[in-house]
């Protein structure tokens, strides 16, 4: 029982949380407020009701501090951002509820568990995202106040915010993943080339969360280095810490084998140990299992613990890397963790340095082309959003040369929607104020205008005041 518990704790003595299903509900509106206004000498003061405030949003944000979701997990399943207040006298409007903001790790996905479909992916530090808006807030009754309807004491309720049950997972975002069984020595490898301090002891199963360390290089370059739970037979199948840190590996870019030249971890202490080189083709099927084509992201093998002469079966240690080398077709480093954490920065006699230039130069490398990629999609997308803006606009915004953009910007006293409406043939306000209101083509505009541009450009096209169809319910009520 007490190892049970005990397993997933770690030195703070918190559990490690990085699954977590959580049901979500931004706050609800205000009511608006129907009240009749009093004041000294004047008997029809009219209507006073405030507008409610509306609910609280549920906003996300990607924080570095954080390295679990226990945080969130302490707060509750169920999570209400506050409501909004209601309206008061004298057109107070109620307050507006405060937004609840959930702060998580890098690499955390956010999956709506009723369309099982990742919502977002915060994948970038400082990254904020409002996930659930709260309902709005009612109109109080001085909203319905026009010159017809001095005295109205109609008002509307807060609308109810939205709700979602979601399921936050983290899956850690390195470069490198070290990978390896039970105490290969992964966490020592960490310690020593980075300031990551990860627990070291000689058992099994010491570490139980994933632990990244960062490498700098002269030009500013980082690779972050993830030390992962040992992996060992049938972790695919979730044993051992099983699936819950194979979901780790699944992000790293690239992954580096660790294993342990002098003797292997075995569950039964009686079994005898493996090989390094089945231990190595042993981790590729598991990891192939879990998801194919995993295993194709290792790059290196790291052969620890050289230091020692000889293995638990009396072999020289030179002659098992000989022919790790001969079977494995990864790079091997013969590399001392325990060495390297001893002599500290000086790598090489550990034989850390060559390993550590290899790895880094293979991150650079595969960061590098997916970078080159993102620039290519994001060219590609800017182009194709002018191209379909300049199609949309008749050219209106593309201006050939630059004497062209000042003259046509000073002679031109109408809204670019009634300049539109002059190239299709229309003559726009006057006479034909009806034809315009209702033309085909004006709604069309409005159509596109709507669909294209996605609230970014709107604005260049929307004259001051004016307002979509069904945008506010208050023109239109007022004009039904
Ligand atoms: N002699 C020798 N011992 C080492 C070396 N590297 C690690 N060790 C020892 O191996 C034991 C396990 O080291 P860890 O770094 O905790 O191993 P791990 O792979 O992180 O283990 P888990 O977290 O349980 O998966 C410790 O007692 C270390 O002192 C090495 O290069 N030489
Ligand atoms: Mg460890």
Not at 193 to 205: E, H, L, M, N
């Amino acid at each position: 029982m007490f190892r049970r518990s005990a397993a997933l704790m770690d030195k703070s003595g918190r559990r490690f949380v990085d699954n977590l299903k959580v049901l979500l509900s931004s706050g609800t509106g205000g009511d608006g407020a129907s009240i009749m206004a009093h004041e000294h000498g004047n008997e029809f003061a009219g209507p006073g009701g405030g507008n409610g405030g509306n609910g609280g949003n549920i906003m996300i944000k990607c924080v570095k501090d954080k390295y679990d979701l226990s945080h969130i997990k302490q707060l509750g399943t169920q999570l209400k951002a506050p409501d909004g207040c209601c309206g008061y006298a004298r057109e107070a409007h109620g307050k507006r509820g405060k937004d609840m903001w959930l702060e998580v790790p890098l690499g955390t996905e956010i999956i709506d568990v009723d369309t099982n479909e990742v919502v977002y992916d915060m994948n970038e530090v400082g990254m904020e995202v409002l996930l659930l808006e709260g309902g709005q807030g009612g109109k109080g009754n001085a909203a319905f106040a026009n010159k017809w309807h001095h005295s109205p004491i109609e008002s509307t309720r807060g609308l109810p915010g939205n709700t979602m049950l979601a399921q936050l997972e983290l899956k850690s975002i390195a470069d490198c993943g070290l990978i390896g069984y039970p105490n290969a020595g992964k966490s020592s490898l960490l310690s020593a080339i980075s300031s990551s301090k990860p627990a070291v002891a000689p058992y099994a199963f010491t570490t139980l969360r994933p632990y990244i360390g960062v490498l700098h290089d002269l030009y500013g370059n980082t690779c972050r280095i993830a030390d992962i739970p040992g992996l060992m037979e049938g972790a695919y199948e979730n044993r051992g810490l099983g699936h819950q840190f194979l979901r780790h590996v699944e992000r790293t870019k690239t992954l580096a084998f660790v294993v342990d030249m002098h003797s292997t971890y075995t569950p039964d202490p009686k079994e005898p140990s493996m090989e390094p080189w089945d231990v190595v083709a042993l981790l590729q099927c598991e990891l192939e299992y879990y998801l194919p084509n995993l295993s194709e992201r290792a790059i290196m093998v790291f052969a620890n613990k050289m230091d020692q002469e000889v293995d638990t079966n009396g072999r020289p240690l030179v002659d098992k890397l000989k022919e790790l080398t001969d079977r494995v077709t990864l790079p091997v480093f013969p590399v001392s963790a325990a060495l390297g954490i001893a002599l500290g920065p000086d790598h090489k006699q550990a034989g850390l340095s060559a390993a550590i230039q290899f790895m880094c130069h293979k991150v650079f490398e595969s960061k590098s082309s997916e970078r080159q990629l993102l620039q290519k999609r994001r060219a590609n997308e800017e182009m194709q959003l002018q191209k379909v803006f300049e199609y949309k606009n008749n050219g209106i915004f593309s201006f050939e040369d630059d004497e062209d953009h000042g003259d046509s910007l000073t002679e031109s006293t109408q809204s670019l929607v009634d300049q539109q409406l002059d190239q299709l043939g229309f003559s726009g306000l006057g006479e034909t104020f009806d034809g315009y209101e209702h033309s085909i083509a004006r709604n069309k505009l409005h159509e596109y205008r709507d669909l294209t541009m996605k609230g970014k450009y709107w604005r260049l096209t929307r004259q001051k005041g004016e307002s979509l169809r069904n945008e506010k319910w208050k023109s239109s009520t007022r004009s039904s």
